[in-house]
Nanobody, 126 residues
Framework: VQLQASGGGLVEPGGSLRLSCAAS????????IGWFRQAPGSEREGISA????????NYADSVRGRFTVAKGTARNTVYLQMDNLRPEDTGLYYC????????????????????WGQGTQVTVSS
């Protein structure tokens, strides 16, 4: 199983980015993808997750209403659309795969995810 997160970059406050998580060696039909981020000097934070079998999503309070997670039209891809970005959204963003059936209340818990991709850097700055 390999996961590849991409789409990061430098954006001004109020701008948007769309991150992609592409999985290979595994079908995402019945599993979950979580998005996590880590800023320098901070702990890793679960920000969003998507269960592919029932299209249920979950968001951290810090991003709810600004970020949207969804399964992509491309096979084995999940997107994280990030709008109205703020400087505090700056960090290294990771996607991770849960091969079990994570419950809703634990979708943002990193311990539920078994496979992790390399991060993609998001910098929000003017």
């Amino acid at each position: 199983v390999q996961l590849q997160a991409s789409g990061g970059g430098l954006v001004e406050p109020g701008g948007s980015l769309r991150l992609s998580c592409a999985a290979s060696g595994f079908r995402l039909d019945y599993h979950a993808i979580g998005w996590f981020r880590q800023a320098p000097g901070s702990e890793r934070e679960g920000i969003s997750a998507f269960r592919t079998w029932d299209a249920v999503s979950n968001y951290a309070d810090s991003v709810r209403g600004r970020f949207t997670v969804a399964k992509g039209t491309a096979r084995n891809t999940v997107y994280l659309q990030m709008d109205n970005l703020r400087p505090e959204d700056t960090g290294l963003y990771y996607c991770a795969l849960d091969v079990g059936h994570v419950t809703y209340t634990r979708m943002l818990d990193a311990d539920e995810y078994q496979f992790w991709g390399q991060g993609t850097q998001v910098t929000v700055s003017s």
